[in-house]
């Protein structure tokens, strides 16, 4: 549980990063920690929320993360005082989903090699 919450948490992290980076904001950890917050919050509850409800399956655990974290990262984002209109909305969802589904793809693929 712990591994994912931790692999889950670098995933929000990674996104805003890559978000800053892509439109010319500063690096700093101040500027990092701004924009990663929501997404890490909502991060947490989500993997934690998986590893209840997402059982043996591998896509489910990773689309609870997946809505938890958009939803509740974009939600925290709104409440404090930042925007999220719907092209911000759907790069979200795509480049969380590819992580928080994609990490949980690989790993079961290589759970299932001898």
Do not use: C, K, N, Y
């Not at 998986?50 to 043996?56: E, L, N, V, Y």
């Amino acid at each position: 549980m712990w591994r994912a919450v931790g692999i889950d948490v670098a995933a929000a992290i990674a996104f805003a990063i890559i978000g800053r980076a892509s439109h010319g904001s500063e690096l700093s950890l101040a500027g990092i920690a701004q924009t990663a917050w929501p997404f890490v919050v909502a991060a947490i509850v989500g993997s934690l929320l998986a590893s209840r409800f997402g059982g043996d399956s591998w896509w489910r655990a990773g689309l609870i993360a997946w809505a938890v974290t958009v939803l509740g990262g974009i939600g925290l984002r709104l409440l404090g005082g930042e925007t999220a209109g719907w092209p911000f909305v759907v790069v979200t969802a795509a480049v969380l989903a590819l992580f928080l589904l994609g990490w949980r793809a690989v790993a079961a693929m290589l759970a299932r090699q001898p």
